[in-house]
């Protein structure tokens, strides 16, 4: 089971006009957003008692990752995500933060899409949730690659066929095509994550073939 619930920041704060923000101190554009509501919030969280890990989303944070949302929908602990607005949050907002967790180098409006993302990528692997019974060596990152190119009915469609070999019912042909295409984008697209990856001496034939056959 999965319950997600969304507190409005506002509901916290104590004067009539519902402020979250203010100036920064020693100058600058832009507005920060102030600590006594966030504090507020996260106070009410905890008061039931039960153990929270308290994320804050934000371009500082660690890059989240496909090993961390695993990490996570294995946890039994609730979470709460803190999601900013503004140039950014109050500094003392940090002594409350269990963790930092960054979804890339951009910067966006507000950390709600951030809590977002981490959200939709844990769900999907909490057993049961999505009722699903998909194999996690199916998965593209569980390659650690790029995934392989996808192919359903019809075997031509406005021209376009099908690679023969998906047809064939080789199977080991099929995983080598398969393995060898992931390679092939994972080289053009992320040739950082070849760089990381422990390839196999298979891995390392297909790239030979690759790169006898492709200007890539
Ligand atoms: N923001 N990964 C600015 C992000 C962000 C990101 C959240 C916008 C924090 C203050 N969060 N607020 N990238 O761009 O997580």
Not at 59 to 80: H, I, L, N, T, W
Not at 148 to 173: A, C, I, M, Q, W
Request: proline share 6%.
């Amino acid at each position: 089971m999965l319950d997600v619930k969304l507190h409005n920041i506002r509901d916290f704060t104590l004067d009539p006009h519902r402020k979250v923000d203010d100036y920064p101190y020693g100058g600058g554009a832009g507005m920060v957003f102030t600590p006594e509501p966030v504090f507020r919030a996260v106070d009410f969280l905890k008061e039931d008692g039960e153990p929270r890990k308290i994320v804050l989303l934000s371009p500082q944070g660690r890059p989240f990752s496909q090993s961390m949302a695993e990490a996570y929908s294995k946890e039994d602990e609730r979470f709460v995500f803190i999601c900013g607005r503004y140039e950014g949050i109050d500094e003392r907002v940090r002594t409350l933060v269990d963790e930092e967790v960054s979804i890339g180098d951009y910067v966006m409006t507000g950390g709600e899409l951030a809590a977002l993302v981490i959200i939709d990528a844990v769900t999907r692997l909490v057993p049961g949730v999505l009722g699903d019974d998909r194999s996690s060596e199916d998965e593209s990152f569980s390659w650690g690659l790029l995934d392989y190119p996808h192919y359903t009915r019809p075997r031509e469609f406005r021209g376009l066929t099908v690679p023969p070999v998906l047809v064939s019912g080789n199977h080991k042909d099929i995983w080598n095509w398969r393995r060898k295409q992931a390679l092939k984008k994972t080289l053009k697209v992320r040739p950082d994550i070849i760089e990381q990856a422990e390839l196999s001496d298979l891995d390392k034939k297909l790239i030979d073939e690759i790169y006898s056959e492709e200007d890539i």
